[in-house]
Nanobody, 125 residues
Framework: VQLQASGGGLVQTGDSLRLSCAASGRSFLNDVMGWFRQAPGKEREFVGGVIWGTGNSFYVDSVKGRFTISRDNAENTMFLQMDSLKSDDTAVYYC???????????????????WGQGTQVTVSS
C-alpha cells in the first residue's frame, strides 16, 4: 500500500485549502482512510476519516463544520477540504489507512498501520 499526500501550502487565516491523498496497492472497499496532523512541538492529532466503502466521514470537534473529507472511488483518492483556516491548523498533515472495523481507539496514531508522507500546511495571520 502506498499513500501520497499533496496540496499543502501557505495560506492566510480564513482561506481554504484542499489536500489530496492518492492511494494504491489494493482495493480499499474494506478500509478506513483518514488524516492526522502534527504541529511543531505537539503530538500527532487525528483530524477525520472516511469509510471508503460507504463514503461516510467523521471528524474531531475542532474541525467539524470547517473540514470536509471525501473520496473519489474511481481515482482511489481522498480529499481534505479545509475552509475557514485558523493559525491553529498549521501542521504537517498525514494521510493514513487501516482496515475495518474502526475501533474506539481510532484517535491513537498507533491504530493506523499505513502512513503517507506529510504535507505542510501553514496558516498565517
Amino acid at each position: 500500500v502506498q499513500l501520497q499526500a499533496s496540496g499543502g501550502g501557505l495560506v492566510q487565516t480564513g482561506d481554504s485549502l484542499r489536500l489530496s491523498c492518492a492511494a494504491s496497492g489494493r482495493s480499499f472497499l474494506n478500509d478506513v482512510m483518514g488524516w492526522f496532523r502534527q504541529a511543531p512541538g505537539k503530538e500527532r492529532e487525528f483530524v477525520g476519516g472516511v469509510i471508503w466503502g460507504t463514503g461516510n466521514s467523521f471528524y474531531v470537534d475542532s474541525v467539524k463544520g470547517r473540514f470536509t473529507i471525501s473520496r473519489d472511488n474511481a481515482e482511489n483518492t481522498m480529499f481534505l477540504q479545509m475552509d475557514s483556516l485558523k493559525s491553529d491548523d498549521t501542521a504537517v498533515y498525514y494521510c493514513v489507512l487501516r482496515s475495518l472495523p474502526l475501533t474506539k481507539f481510532y484517535l491513537d496514531s498507533r491504530q493506523w498501520p499505513y502512513w503517507g508522507q506529510g504535507t505542510q500546511v501553514t496558516v498565517s495571520s
